[in-house]
């Protein structure tokens, strides 16, 4: 292993202990609020805003685990690709 791959193994590796912290934090919380970023018709100008819906959401809680955990993955496979090439 070279600079270079030992580099990039350290930020991937990084990268896996903060996606875990994140993943860890998103199972013990709520979702109280959806934010949307909403864009004038030029898209030059855009106001962010919140709102209070009632969606279900332990559904939009569940794709988001879901999400963070494709996220996790991909980075622990990028990682074990380093040591098998």
Known sequence: ?????????????????????????????KITALSVRLFNEEKTIYEDRQYTTNLPCAKLKGAMLEQLTTQLQSLEYQYEQLFTE
């Open 1 to 29: 292993m070279n600079k270079q791959q030992y580099a990039k193994a350290a930020k991937l590796d990084k990268a896996i202990e903060a996606k875990k912290a994140e993943l860890r934090l998103f199972q013990n919380g």
